[in-house]
């Protein structure tokens, strides 16, 4: 760090990504939360656990790999090749990869990505509950969390990546690049996986498998909005010289960047964040007749529809194109149930989904001629961009790898767990053996009671 | 032309102010902002009216006796 000034504008980044982490693992409980609360009780300390192990599988693999191939990949394959020298300072062995007073940003900056990764494979995780292998879903967290995502994010959410230059795709908080992408490859893996038992009639009716704790539920869902806030700030870059990003402002006026170094404000996010996941409220009670965790998921579904543009939106238009978002998603979610059969447990596809796929086509009309980027050359911001960008994120780094992985876990018989286990519950097992102990205690207490043997003294 | 009013960010953002897309309709934004809210109570007060009315005709007896047991 040259100069006080410097240092000061380092520290406070260092610090300011520090807190966004924190704020974002409130995401993970929050999903933790939702998906034990969605799950019927046999299920629950698999549900639990399958999703807490996300957490240190995708890390040491987003620290091993993962971050490498954001900066790496952002003109891989098509467009350049690999960017070896970016790509070096941040292998797992780089000087910067370790505490190291002379760059104290890459640390907080990976967390910050990595809680993105996690995100993403909590994301599928929800889809999948009561049937899937653990083993099978961690393979599935790796490839999203550490891999897929993160050469979605080089190729769409990098200031060099290739479709932000050719296409002006733009997605500063991540309708795509998070959950398009997150949303597809759900839909790929339960394509697969199949329904739980009895979640169709014989006729193929589609039945409600109603949430066995609908307080935890709902406060799970609160904590994800919190969280989601925290990866908005997150997605910014805090403050930033015209000379700290090559002179691309003119002026000397220092400035927040969004993820393209274009210029935001927290103003301006906070904004649109609270009226788009309020316009996704209200759309949602109103689509939903009023079902409560339909209401709360649209809120959700709001905010990542207006994700992609929501650092330029007026707040009113972020909070009509939340709404528009619920109530396309809402009604695409059931018709897909009843013409495909699939079974999302928790509504992941829909919510995650077809919400981003919308939010990017939106923002394509609505951001129509704006920069994508603030480098000289880029393409504008235009709704074929946006389109091309939302069939790569959802179907081609979501839904194909997804898809073609549980083929290749179901052909190998590891995909789903059996059918007679799915009846008792995967906690059976563990149940069984912790009512059995407490049977034993309970009668050598009553021996002990009625004069038995008791242990020496 | 963009919607937003800026082609490039090479500018000097000591002379920059809005940059949401459509500047200069903010009174129609607000037109549709406000009808969305208040078409939102209209539907919101018909639903619950049609519930409420159909709600009322459910429970027999004995079952509301044991809601109130329940507490």
Redesign the interface.
Known sequence: MDGNLNALTTVFTEFYYWVTVVFMFLIHVGFCMYEVGASRHRNHMHTLMKNIMIIPLVTVTFFFFGWWIYWAFPNFPFFGGLNHEAGAANLPWSQNMATNLSDRITGVFWAAFLLFSWTAASIVSGAVIERIRSSALWVHAVMIGSVFWIIDAAWGWHAEGWMVKYLGYHDAYASGVIHAIAGGYALGVIMVLGPRLGKFAADGTPRDIPPHNPWMLTIGIFLIYSGFWGFYAACNIPVISPEGIGGLLTGDTWTATNIYLAPTSLSAITFNFLMSLSGGLMAAYVVSKGDAFWTFSGGLAGIITASAGNDLYHPIQAMLVGAVGVVIVYNLHYWVERRFKLDDAVGAVAVHGYSGIVGLILAGFLLWGAPSSPYEGYATVNPVGQTIGAVIMFGVLGWLPGFLIAKMQAAAGVLRIPVEVELQGLDYAEHHAYEEAKAEIIAADKAALNGGSVPAE | ????G???????????GA????QGS?GL??V??VV??IA?HR??FV??GA?LEKAKQMGDKDKINSLLEKY
């Open positions: 032309m963009s919607t937003i800026y082609d490039s960010w090479a500018v000097d953002l000591a002379e920059v940059v949401y897309p459509f903010e934004m607000v549709l902002g969305f809210w939102w539907i919101q639903r619950e519930h």
